[in-house]
């Protein structure tokens, strides 16, 4: 089945404490980007990879790191979490070569930073 | 970044109607999608459309590609209870950035049984 997995699901984290969350897609998209969901604020791209070992910044990049080492993976880290990081998180992957380039989304990792 | 202009905020429906939904933008984009999102679940892809003036269905859902490809609609024919969510409308243009996607800001979908 395909499909975009994030992990974990919750998290409930203190201040500073470095923390990763996971994605990982099995259809082999090029393209795949995370999003944070706050109310009132809609879905906001955070960082999106349009493949290996190439980042780049979305629209609230501040306070979050990524990294492509393989296709199929592309996490997101938080060295020092904040209060203000606390959201409900998103991956998604699409694939930039074919003619169907809709997006695909993990099912979200909600985060909350004491 | 911008948002896409989502209409209506929030419907509250009988079960069995018909419901509209629009997005508009003042950007040109190549690929329309609709998504449906349950409280706390990811956004589940409803309908794509990739030609201007496209009109496709997905059971009791119709959308379309506006001919100007700054708009579309979605409808949901007969609407059931489990129908309740949150319909989001997205733009994607492919270029030098990748897929850039460009979410309006959903509609709430509230179904009375």
């Known amino acids: 089945e395909a499909q975009v997995t994030q992990n974990p699901r919750y998290l409930i984290t203190v201040t500073g404490k470095k923390l990763t969350v996971t994605c990982s897609q099995n259809?082999?998209?090029?393209?795949m980007s995370w999003y944070r969901q706050d109310p009132g604020l809609g879905l906001r791209q955070i960082y999106y990879s349009m493949n290996v070992e190439v980042t780049d910044k979305g629209d609230v990049p501040e306070g979050y790191k990524v990294s492509r080492k393989e296709k199929r993976n592309f996490p997101l880290i938080l060295e020092s979490p904040s209060p203000n990081q606390t959201s409900l998180y998103f991956c998604?992957?699409?694939?930039?070569?074919?003619?169907?380039?809709?997006?695909?989304f993990g099912q979200g990792t909600r985060l909350t930073v004491v | 970044g911008q948002q896409l202009n989502q209409s209506p905020q929030s419907m509250f429906i009988q079960e069995g109607e018909d419901v509209s939904m629009n997005c508009t933008s003042s950007?040109?984009?190549?690929?329309w999608l609709w998504y449906k999102q349950d409280p706390g679940e990811g956004p589940v892809l409803l309908i794509a459309?990739?030609?201007?003036?496209e009109l496709t269905s997905n059971g009791r859902l119709t959308a379309q590609f506006g001919i100007t490809r700054k708009d579309s609609f979605l409808n949901i024919s007969a609407s059931i209870p489990s129908d309740v969510g949150i319909y989001f409308c997205a733009g994607q243009l492919r270029g030098n950035a990748g897929n850039m996607l460009t979410f309006g800001g959903g509609t709430r979908l509230m179904v009375k049984p």
């Open positions: 459309l990739y030609k201007a003036g």
């Open positions: 259809m082999n998209h090029e393209y």
């Open positions: 998604a992957s699409s694939s930039t070569t074919g003619v169907n380039t809709e997006a695909f």
């Open positions: 950007s040109i984009f190549n690929t």
